[in-house]
């Protein structure tokens, strides 16, 4: 008898979502989807359908979903039971019902309802190892406020900052000018607005409370976003520093997605030892935070040379043009060795 044949890990792949970052979960997803080693590692395919968050098991080409036409194809409906015993994902077909049995699961889902814990719990609770951040990490770094108590007791400065519930609890004559309001738990920059003036305070307060029941009032820094990539759980890997160049403004959705007139710095116009500085400090944030397998640490770097963590995107964008691989890139992974090194960790083999 010959050698038994070792069988690839199974891993599920999350992507879509309900939250306003559906778009770039679909993008980010089929990159990773279409770089992952298909001979080391057999992958599930679990679509979250967008109003109602609905699972399916997708049986379809990743260009469906790029495109948001995946839900027209070989779709079934799934279901993640809190049952340890299975640790499988469940769906129906032909009137049956089928269990495929899951080794680990990548969620590639940004955002609130996917980013932030949700969708991690779920994953704990139906006996399945997570890839990337867990439960606690993930929940702590989606809530700014919270994320910059852990990083200042970690010896990192932030921005200072005033949480809020409501446009009545603002004084518009009791903050400094300029200011940012952001939604307290939230990404790619949706409800964020610059506030230049008392009298535009209440109105960005009402804008920010859209996408979040609060919202944070938050100093505007002198200077200029660096970011860095790491990778790993035990021993780390640091992607090098980029920086982001505006022509004015701050770095909102479109800015992100499009650079219509940002410009993206790789490796950052700064001295070798300022950058030094950005990467132990994404370090020391990093490992405050609880982080796994990877995410993506981001500072506005002051006029005076100071650092103040801006925020933590436990799962950041994930096509090979985001930033998150291009610092790997740059400090000599390829985008396929990122998402297989990813993949290799979180089922450890």
């Known amino acids: 008898m010959g050698a038994k044949e070792k069988t690839r890990p199974r891993i599920a792949v999350l992507f879509g979502g309900r939250s306003a970052e559906y778009e770039v979960s679909l993008q980010s997803a089929a990159a990773v989807i279409d770089a992952a080693d298909r001979e080391r590692f057999e992958l599930v395919l679990v679509g979250l359908a967008r109003e109602s968050g609905a699972l399916y098991l997708y049986r379809g080409e990743t260009d469906a979903i790029r495109a948001d036409r995946w839900r027209e194809g070989d779709c079934l409906p799934a279901s993640l039971p809190p049952d340890t015993r299975a640790s499988a994902l469940f769906y129906e077909e032909e009137g049956r019902l089928c269990s495929l049995p899951l080794d680990a699961a990548l969620p590639v889902l940004h955002g609130k309802c996917g980013e932030d814990g949700t969708v991690q719990g779920l994953l704990e609770l139906a006996g399945i190892p997570v890839i990337g951040c867990g439960v606690l990490a993930s929940a702590l770094c989606m809530d700014k406020a919270l994320t910059h108590t852990v990083a200042r007791a970690a010896g990192v400065a932030v921005p200072e900052g005033r949480v809020v519930r409501s446009a ?132 506005f770097l002051s006029r005076e040379g100071t650092l103040y963590l801006n925020e933590v995107n436990t799962i950041p964008g994930f096509t090979p043009h985001s930033r998150f691989p291009r610092m790997l890139e740059a400090a000599g992974l390829s985008f396929s060795e990122v998402v297989n090194r990813i993949l290799e960790e979180g089922v450890r083999i």
Do not use: M, N, W
């Not at 920059?189 to 009402?206: D, K, M, Q, Y």
């Not at 609060?214 to 090098?240: H, N, P, S, Y």
């Not at 710095?265 to 944030?285: D, F, G, S």
């Open 168 to 299: 009545e609890e603002c004084d518009p004559e009791a903050f400094c000018y300029p200011l940012f309001v952001k939604p307290l738990r939230g990404g790619s920059s949706f409800g964020i607005t610059e506030v230049r003036e008392s009298s535009e305070l209440r109105e960005a307060v009402e804008r920010a409370l859209a996408f979040d029941g609060e919202a944070l009032l938050e100093e505007k820094i002198d200077g200029f976003e660096v970011g860095c990539a790491v990778l790993g759980t035990g021993q780390l890997t640091l992607g090098e520093v980029d920086e982001i160049e505006l022509a004015g403004g701050f770095f909102d959705y479109r800015e992100k997605y499009t650079l219509a007139s940002a410009r993206i710095h790789l490796p950052a116009r700064i001295p070798p030892e300022t950058a030094q500085r950005v990467k132990e400090a994404a370090r020391a944030v990093y490992r405050a935070c609880g982080c796994t397998h990877f995410a993506r640490v981001d500072f």
